[in-house]
């Protein structure tokens, strides 16, 4: 989960070095939270810089709305499906509940057999 009350370089920075980190694992990767980026605004620079943050780690925005603006986001791997979002309106604050399903069943695995042919004379 993450909060950013001022979106600045060192923001950009440090959240790349956590997206770099987390390409090494091989587990589902959700990222939640309050961006405070109108990522709505195609031309904002900072959505332009948060667009090509997301597209450069393979990541997919699963858009949130609060007042109008997308600032509440749900972020995964391209390959996590999310099977539904939920945004719930505001109660105890400004911010919404955001329900979300995704799917974290692992691949298949698939075995492979191959012929085996032994070779006479090798111990």
């Not at 509440?72 to 505001?90: E, K």
């Amino acid at each position: 989960m993450m909060y950013s009350a001022d979106v600045t370089n060192a923001f950009f920075e440090e959240l790349s070095d956590i997206l770099e980190l987390s390409a090494t694992y091989a587990c589902p990767f959700i990222l939640l939270g309050d961006i405070n980026i109108h990522t709505d605004i195609a031309e904002n620079g900072n959505t332009i810089k948060w667009q090509s943050l997301l597209q450069s780690h393979g990541l997919v925005q699963h858009v949130t709305h609060r007042a109008g603006y997308a600032v509440d986001v749900v972020v995964t791997r391209s390959d996590c499906p999310v099977t539904s979002v939920h945004v719930l309106p505001p109660s105890l604050s400004d911010h919404s509940l955001i329900s979300v399903n995704v799917n974290l069943q692992p691949a298949a695995i698939v075995n492979q057999r191959r012929p085996y042919v032994g070779v006479s004379g090798v111990p």
